[in-house]
């Protein structure tokens, strides 16, 4: 069983989980605000921080609200347009994640922050719930991306 960008489970024990947002900024704008993660703590609500170098296999450590953190592997990177990082269950044999960040140019001035997730493995089916609701509050990043290159830097302590 599997998930398609609708939500409905495929039969392949993955699904596929899409997410995207629209900014009034270029896409090389877009992805330099995205890319410099010592900026997140300034304008994100979700994820309010990030360490770790764009290098294939490098642990990051992802700062969450609530004081929560995750802990991903960076997987590649294709330069102004894509993101890939990945979180391993078991090793991988319970299951993975992997999520990436792409920027798209939809116009002169626009751009668009499109997640994808694609989770497979037995805990995808199992543990559905609660991977999907962890990867639908990844959306604020897109919103406060958004709101960022608007000029509207509005994180306040009460976010």
Same mark, same amino acid.
């Given at each position: 069983?599997?998930?398609?960008?609708?939500?409905?489970?495929?039969?392949?024990?993955?699904?596929?989980?899409? %997410?995207?947002?629209? &900014?009034?900024?270029?896409?090389?704008?877009?992805?330099?605000?995205?890319?410099?993660?010592?900026?997140?703590? /300034?304008?994100?609500r979700?994820? =309010?921080?990030?360490?770790? !170098?764009?290098?294939? *296999?490098?642990?990051?450590?992802?700062?969450?609200?609530?004081? !929560? /953190?995750? !802990?991903?592997?960076?997987?590649?990177?294709?330069? *102004?347009? &894509?993101l890939?990082?990945?979180? &391993?269950?078991?090793?991988?044999?319970?299951?993975r994640?992997?999520?990436? @960040?792409?920027?798209?140019? =939809?116009?002169?001035? #626009?751009?668009?922050?499109? %997640?994808?997730?694609?989770?497979?493995?037995?805990?995808?089916?199992?543990?559905?719930?609660?991977?999907?609701?962890?990867?639908? %509050? @990844?959306?604020?990043?897109?919103?406060?991306?958004? !709101? #960022?290159?608007?000029?509207? &830097?509005?994180r306040?302590?009460?976010?």
């Amino acid at each position: 069983m599997g998930l398609d960008g609708e939500g409905r489970f495929r039969g392949d024990n993955s699904c596929k989980v899409y %997410q995207s947002s629209y &900014r009034t900024a270029p896409a090389d704008r877009a992805w330099s605000v995205l890319v410099d993660t010592s900026g997140w703590r /300034t304008w994100g609500r979700f994820a =309010t921080g990030a360490i770790g !170098r764009f290098e294939p *296999g490098c642990r990051w450590e992802v700062e969450l609200e609530g004081e !929560r /953190t995750m !802990r991903p592997v960076f997987l590649s990177m294709e330069p *102004g347009r &894509r993101l890939l990082f990945e979180t &391993r269950f078991a090793g991988g044999w319970l299951g993975r994640i992997e999520h990436a @960040f792409v920027i798209g140019s =939809t116009g002169p001035d #626009t751009s668009e922050l499109r %997640q994808v997730f694609e989770a497979t493995g037995p805990l995808s089916v199992l543990a559905w719930p609660l991977l999907y609701g962890g990867m639908v %509050q @990844f959306d604020a990043l897109g919103d406060d991306l958004a !709101r #960022t290159l608007a000029g509207d &830097r509005y994180r306040t302590s009460s976010s």
